[in-house]
């Protein structure tokens, strides 16, 4: 089980250790896809192939392109691949798309954040 924090603006989080530095990683229930990292950890991951260029809706009725990749990421004790961005920012947002073998449980009130492995599907 990953545990994590509420912060005080009401934002789920945990931590995750990528490329020998701790990172906060928020997880982001309207992003559907997997990762959105710094690009400052491109060099840090290995890069298995580039995906292309997707188009991602966002609230308000925005839309923006992006380079898809598929990377190696450390993520709940092993190496898991997934659909990442990289952007221009320092923060690591967590998708539904890599949660869905997870039960996530946000509690408010406590401040904690679990997240707790349910399937073995990818």
Request: proline share 4%; aromatic share 10%; charged share 20%.
């Amino acid at each position: 089980m990953i545990q994590g924090k509420v912060t005080a603006a009401g934002v789920p989080t945990i931590r995750l250790w990528v490329a020998g530095r701790e990172w906060v990683a928020t997880i982001d229930t309207g992003f559907n896809g997997d990762l959105e990292l710094p690009e400052t950890l491109r060099a840090s991951l290995n890069v298995v192939n580039y995906m292309g260029p997707v188009t991602f809706a966002l609230a308000g009725g925005q839309t923006i392109e992006e380079d898809v990749y598929l990377v190696e990421f450390p993520f709940d004790g092993q190496v898991i691949r997934a659909r990442t961005t990289f952007v221009a920012d320092s923060h690591i947002l967590l998708g539904t798309r890599l949660l869905r073998a997870y039960r996530l449980q946000v509690n408010f009130v406590t401040g904690t954040v679990e997240l707790e492995r349910v399937s073995t599907e990818p």
